[in-house]
């Protein structure tokens, strides 16, 4: 038996001088990121106390983390929630909210218009494990309410501002209708950000964010939250521990980078997009342009009612169809285009040759999709750069030579 080290060894020293935290008397003026997987607590009690939650603490950061706590209470905050969640991904807030309501022989109604991936979810994650999911046409009351009295519903789900054609969620009217039927409003608001639209104030239950797009608005990390009162975000927090889609500091450090410009952001985009929207409904070639600041828009009472502008994305259908769509996509020089939204930059996707291509025309024409259709998500550059770059790219399509089709075809619902 040798006699115990007067001195820790090399690599215990090595370890501990490592973790050493520094005293910091002066508050950071950004929220510091904790890149660390644990925290110790002092004692066995402490540390059971903070793992059930009987005492506020951290223990591990797939359970929580300071930096992605500030995040969640920052989107709270946003929306005048009780609480808030922040998640790894937007489609990871969307399934931790389902999860945390849904149950097998449950029924989910999601609004027939929206994001495909969560159309995807409700079926593939839910559906296959008992959930009985239906679409139903969100700007017809009476259809909503139908569907409703059909059969008992737990949750209701739709978009604030309905990815990629703009239509909007009478958000006091559904959630009326979902709370006489015993069922909840959730929100994806991620069209909107909170600047523009607080659903929580228009009756929805919990409201889902992905931060990717606006909140953290650079195109530059992936994040989700969900807000609403503490009780269902404990429900929520509760899915995302047991399925691990957890949000790393360092984006949640990125998304809090990105909200201190949030309103400054969207008052500039909206702006722009309003001026390109009058634009371009003015132009040969252009058969529809959906932006809810329009007074064209087919549901302009419910953006005064709900939105506080119109937001910065925008849809525009081209006469000359598919050929036209893909001409006008391939010429632009300043957007970039990609599938994503909310960013800096100007993103410009044409949903027919893309992120739809699955789609065949009758399918199309049902989700309000026209084969000339461009979802436009407005960004920062000067709104003159980005008129001329449209200007020629409108040129392009004329140049397809391709007649004018009909209008785009207008969906059973709202836009006709
Ligand atoms: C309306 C809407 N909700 C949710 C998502 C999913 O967000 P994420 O890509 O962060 O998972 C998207 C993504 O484009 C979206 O457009």
């Not at 391709?402 to 785009?408: I, K, L």
């Amino acid at each position: 038996m040798t006699d115990p080290p007067s001195r820790p060894g090399p690599s215990t020293r090595a370890i501990r001088a490592a973790s050493r935290l520094p005293s910091v008397a002066q508050r950071p003026t950004s929220v510091p990121i904790y890149q660390t997987a644990t925290f110790s607590s002092a004692d066995a009690d402490e540390l059971a106390a903070v793992l059930t939650g009987e005492q506020p603490g951290y223990a591990y950061s797939r359970i929580d983390n300071p930096t992605v706590t500030a995040l969640g209470d920052a989107v709270a905050e946003l929306h005048d929630a009780e609480a808030g969640i922040a998640l790894a991904t937007g489609m990871a807030a969307i399934h931790a909210a389902f999860l945390s309501l849904l149950r097998a022989g449950d029924r989910l109604l999601v609004g027939q218009v929206g994001y495909g991936t969560t159309r995807t979810q409700a079926v593939s994650a839910f559906g296959r494990l008992g959930v009985d999911v239906g679409y139903v046409d969100t700007t017809d009351v009476a259809a909503v309410e139908a569907a409703l009295a059909a059969a008992p519903t737990r949750v209701l789900h739709v978009e604030t501002i309905a990815n990629p054609t703009c239509v909007l969620a009478d958000l006091p009217v559904l959630a009326g209708a979902a709370h006489r039927h015993g069922a909840l409003l959730t929100v994806d608001n991620t069209f909107a950000s909170p600047v523009v639209c607080r659903p929580l104030a228009h009756g929805a239950d919990l409201v889902i964010e992905s931060a990717t797009k606006y909140l953290s608005g650079h195109s530059d990390v992936m994040a989700g939250a969900v807000v609403g009162s503490a009780e269902r975000i404990a429900a929520v927090r509760s899915a995302q521990i047991d399925t691990g889609a957890t949000l790393g500091p360092f984006a949640a450090f990125l998304v809090l980078r990105g909200i201190a410009t949030l309103a400054v952001r969207m008052e500039r985009q909206a702006r722009t997009a309003a001026a390109l929207a009058a634009w371009l409904e003015r132009r040969d070639g252009v058969s529809r342009v959906i932006y809810p600041g329009l007074a064209s828009h087919p549901q302009r009472d419910v953006a005064e009612r709900i939105l506080d502008s119109g937001g910065a994305m925008l849809s525009v259908d081209l006469a000359g169809g598919r050929e036209a769509g893909r001409a006008f996509f391939d010429a632009l020089t300043i957007p970039e285009r990609t599938a994503s939204l909310g960013s800096v930059h100007t993103m410009v996707v044409h949903p027919p040759t893309s992120s739809h291509r699955a789609l065949d025309a009758a399918a199309l024409a049902a989700a309000g999709i026209g084969e000339g259709l461009l979802r436009v998500s407005v960004g920062l550059e000067d709104e003159a750069d980005l008129v001329a770059d449209f200007d020629a790219a409108l040129a392009a399509a004329r140049a397809t030579g391709v007649p004018a089709a009909a209008p785009a075809p207008a969906p059973a619902h709202t836009l006709a």
